[in-house]
């Protein structure tokens, strides 16, 4: 899947959404350590921004001419979540959306690299990941800014080898981040 979402991706300016600071964190950590399939370079501003709604995203960033494809990249825990523009952008062939999942919170991660999955999905359908590691960590700060990449001590590599032990464990239809990180050669 993340050939397909890399040749959307090439040549094409990014307005990366993140739903929250954690989401944020973690794609800076990755883009700022050239670990994706797509270049800094390439997003809007030269940066990730904070999810917003859709009609301040028409507003804000679809009033110009990039002058090539602007994909609209999307952070997001829930596949049920709506992002309806109008009908002007919407069928505008130069303006794709896509949706990357961190279902069922990025706070998996940490569950992951602790190596609690099994324990977590016992009591899955009671907590959320965050409160799985507010619980067993100790970590009632886990959704503050700059916790997630603190707990994997800024280092990219150690973020990555986790998001793929994940997939693995967990492969989904939908894009994740792993679809965003740059295959080893």
């Not at 899947?1 to 990366?16: D, E, F, P, Q, R």
């Not at 009632?140 to 464990?169: A, H, M, P, Q, T």
């Amino acid at each position: 899947m993340s050939a397909k979402l890399k040749k959307v991706l090439k040549n094409s300016k990014i307005l990366c959404l993140c739903e929250g600071s954690s989401e944020e964190g973690i794609m800076n950590l990755l883009i700022d350590n050239d670990e994706l399939i797509f270049k800094k370079e390439q997003l809007i501003q030269k940066k990730v921004h904070r999810r917003i709604s859709v009609r301040k995203v028409e507003k804000k960033f679809l009033g110009y001419d990039y002058g090539e494809n602007l994909v609209i990249l999307r952070i997001i825990d829930s596949a049920n979540e709506q992002f309806n523009l109008k009908k002007v952008y919407k069928e505008n062939p130069k303006i794709k959306v896509e949706t990357c999942l961190t279902t069922p919170e990025i706070e998996i991660l940490i569950i992951v690299n602790e190596d609690f999955l099994d324990e977590y999905y016992k009591v899955k359908s009671k907590k959320k990941p965050s409160e799985f590691c507010k619980q067993k960590f100790k970590m009632n700060d886990v959704k503050k800014s700059g916790v997630i990449i603190e707990y994997f001590e800024n280092n990219s590599k150690k973020l990555i080898e986790v998001i793929k032990i994940y997939n693995r464990k967990f492969p989904s239809g939908s894009y994740g981040l792993y679809d965003l990180i740059e295959e080893d050669e």
